[in-house]
């Protein structure tokens, strides 16, 4: 659900390697982490660390960071918070943490202890206590503004589906651009507005598809940039390939008028709904975001399992409306095999890429073992925390300049082509399908 930055410090690696990874954050990375074995890849050490091999004039042809267009993510706070409400946000789970332990006691604490501290001037890895001591001392809003800066996103995608955390509302989308400097553009969750849809006196049930398409007609209208579907939440990505019929769609619609409004669950109407944005989409030529893997314990895991979407997928194929995978983990490696397999499927590894801690490298690497590099895209999904955009943003520029290090040093791939996946990942996938 739920994430910028400045490099670690510069200790030596396992091999004793001092390059920052390719991508490392904008604006004085100087060196990988301490677990980084590979020693970073790109600029400026790159051909240094590549396998021993120097390579000065491959070394002149990488770029600097890539532009970062994040595909989705959401608000923030910038308000004063209580310590254990700010670690609260960072897990998915509203349970409380282990007894003696708190949430920055996780691979996402670590990664937080990593990239943030310095955005605030603190030293990479400053005990918590002090980092919340100079946060307070700055003051939620200046924190937040240093923060969104050090992400160094260029464009932010919103989904605007949720609009409070721990209680309080996030900032308006144009509060968000002016703090982070960043562009803004708009991802409607589709079950928040259906939620809207009321009994319309006179049509009854028989009013619900046109109302529902109204309503999704209506935000698409108003300049979103894409839809985005939670139904691995609300029943699960198991459900049958086809449209539902009118008939289907009545009936489901009449029960849930006579039991009130509220939360949207009942399948025949989420799939209703999937199918009317995919209309809208294929009108609009938007894509359709789907939460995949997993999120906060209101989700059954398994069927958040993507590969649960095949038949969708291929009843959806001929209206070409790309279908962008959010998150994946642990099923990040169906997400990538259904990216292969079929033209219009795209993936994320937001969320996971913060959550994985010291692992993203080797996530992304499984992501890549079989998702093309035009179907792959950077997002932080960071959420209520802007640590969770710095986060979201430094861990993928970490873990592709370090897994690309690997690629180059085992004689995979060359400067030139990590130029180009770093740029398709980064900005120009989201630019060509976005039409950004
Ligand atoms: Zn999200």
């Not at 608000?75 to 789970?93: I, K, N």
């Amino acid at each position: 659900m739920t994430r910028a930055g400045r490099g670690a410090g510069g200790r030596a690696g396992v091999g004793g390697a001092e390059g920052a990874g390719a991508f490392d954050a904008p604006g004085g990375a100087e060196g990988t982490g301490a677990c980084d074995p590979s020693g970073g890849a790109g600029h400026p050490g790159a051909a240094r660390q590549a396998g021993g091999a120097p390579e000065r004039a491959a070394e002149e042809e990488l770029p600097g960071p890539p532009e970062l267009i994040d595909q989705h993510c959401h608000s923030v706070l910038a308000v004063d918070l209580a310590d254990e409400e700010l670690a609260g946000l960072l897990t998915e789970s509203d349970r409380p943490p282990a007894p003696g332990t708190s949430p920055f006691d996780s691979a996402l604490g670590l990664a937080v202890r990593r990239w943030c501290p310095p955005a605030l001037g603190l030293p990479a890895h400053a005990p918590v206590a002090e980092y919340l001591a100079r946060r307070r001392e700055l003051g939620a809003r200046e924190a937040t503004r240093r923060l969104l800066a050090a992400a160094g996103t260029d464009t932010c995608l919103i989904d605007t589906g949720l609009t409070r955390a721990v209680g309080r509302p996030l900032l308006p989308p144009e509060e968000f651009a002016a703090l982070s400097g960043a562009r803004v553009r708009e991802v409607v969750r589709l079950e928040v507005i259906a939620e809207t849809v009321a009994p319309v006196a006179g049509s009854g049930a028989g009013g619900w598809p046109a109302a529902v398409r109204e309503v999704v007609g209506a935000a698409v209208e108003a300049g979103a940039v894409a839809l985005k579907s939670v139904l691995a939440y609300r029943h699960g990505l198991d459900i049958p390939a086809e449209r539902p019929t009118d008939r289907e769609v009545v009936a489901a619609a009449g029960a849930r008028l006579r039991e009130g409004t509220g939360r949207l669950t009942d399948p025949v109407l989420l799939r209703h709904l999937l199918w009317t944005a995919l209309d809208a989409c294929g009108e609009s030529r938007l894509p359709l975001q789907l939460h995949t893997g997993f999120g906060d314990p209101d989700l059954t895991l398994h069927r958040a399992d993507p590969s649960l979407l095949a038949g969708f997928i291929r009843a959806a194929e001929p209206s070409g409306v790309p279908l962008v995978l959010l998150h994946g983990y642990p099923y990040h490696r169906q997400a990538a095999w259904l990216a292969q397999a079929f033209p219009q499927v795209y993936a994320d590894l937001g969320l996971t890429a913060s959550y994985v801690g010291p692992q993203v490298a080797a996530v992304l690497g499984e992501m890549l073992e079989l998702a093309p590099f035009g179907k792959l895209l950077f997002s932080t999904d960071g959420y209520g925390l802007p640590e969770l955009h710095l986060v979201g943003a430094a861990q993928f520029r970490h873990a592709l300049g370090a897994l690309l290090a690997t690629w180059r040093a085992d004689g995979a791939c060359s400067a030139s082509d990590v130029t180009r996946i770093g740029r398709l990942l980064s900005a120009d996938n989201a630019r060509r399908i976005y039409r950004l």
